[in-house]
């Protein structure tokens, strides 16, 4: 764990290489950035303002280790002092400030369950430290993960990130781990074997919440069962592994406007919350508590069609945007493709692009009713629509964005605690 005043770089040659006294650092000149070379002289260039692995003290250079072990820091100023003699020599000292792990912010708030972060989490502080040019590693990426943001980056299971800033002084967490979890008031822990969690993207709320607390509390939509696209794969008893979802209420969960769309000529079914089950589709009652479970069947295909609804509308738009836009926003360690941040960005710019080209309204606009003229809905998808929902260089690909959970056969529609709305 860093701590102040005990931070050392390490050499093989030199392994009680002492810290650096307030007079030294004065002495030395500024730089931009310096260069470490390893065993087979690969030079590694280090800059103020990156983000880097440092070796931990007590770690001869040159060990194998996990890339989530290593302490992580930010290079604030750099200095050094060139000594002459038989070898011109230069000794380089960064000043830092340190990314806490979980582990290590223990040691500062004593009720702090490091339980609820993964290895690559870390936590911005207020500590700074001098730190030998011996000790770097290499420079790294250090994401952001905030838990309201639409346009949240992708973050791999093997990337560094931050959610929280670390006031040792103060000993406290910001934003406070609970402030804006789940009803149950506990945080994302993306490394839990069973976690999933749903997004309402909708202004008036922003929040994730875990599909258990979902199903315990009964937030299930009373509706026909969404579209399934099946995976390839099966289970021992040939039964899908996972489903892909495609539902169009779904789809008009807005996440610019707390109002209710409507697509052309489409019905939207109302939130059932421990109510008597539809007999429509295939909804099925859970033995256990008697909630409503939707359960996989394509009846956007038949119905709808027949009646003239959301699948005439939809069927204008290129299929893998309407799939994109279709999915629950997710997250957690069962949609393995999500990462740790899930699904946000992808799908809110699907729908927003798909509620663009349909120039879909609510009710209170223009005093429309359930059912309006379509006849501006028939516009076409943009050519590089994909490159819009996606971006240019994705560092993830659409179908990994698509919903399937492991070890469930159907996705329910689950409905906001708060706004009613499907998620």
Known sequence: MPKRGTKKGKTAEDPEYRPLTDAEWNRMLKYGAFRVSD?????????????????????????????????????????????????????????????????????????????????????????TDRVSSQAFNEVVKMKKLCDDDLEQPYISPNEFYSRYDLNRRG??????????????????????????????????????YHQTCLLDAGSLFDVPAPKVQKSSGKSKRGRPSKAATVSPLLLLTSPDTSATLRLPSARTPCPAKRRRMSTRGSASVSPQKGKVIVTPEDLLEDSDREEGGSAGALDRLPSKLVLLASQPIVRGTLFTTGGVSGNVRPVVRARRLVHEILELRSDEEDNMSAEYNNDSAGVEAPDDWEERVMGLQPEVQLNECVVKIQGQRSIPVFACPECGSAI
Not at 185 to 190: F, I, K, L, R
């Open 39 to 127: 065993d087979v002289k690969n030079e590694y260039r280090f800059s103020r303002g990156d983000t880097v692995t440092i070796l931990p003290h007590g770690i001869a250079p040159g060990t194998d280790m996990v890339q989530s072990d290593y302490w992580v820091a930010e290079i604030l100023e750099i200095r050094g002092i060139t000594y002459k003699g038989p070898e011109i020599s230069t000794d380089v000292w960064a000043n830092v400030r340190w990314w806490y792990s979980a582990k290590d912010v223990t040691g500062v708030i004593q009720s702090f369950d490091p339980t609820k972060c993964s290895p690559y989490e870390r936590m911005h502080s207020d500590h």
């Open 171 to 208: 000993k406290r967490l910001e934003p406070t781990p609970a402030g804006s979890s789940c009803t149950c008031g506990a945080p994302y822990a993306y490394h839990d074997s069973d976690t999933v969690m749903h997004f309402c993207p909708r202004p008036s709320c922003r929040r994730w």
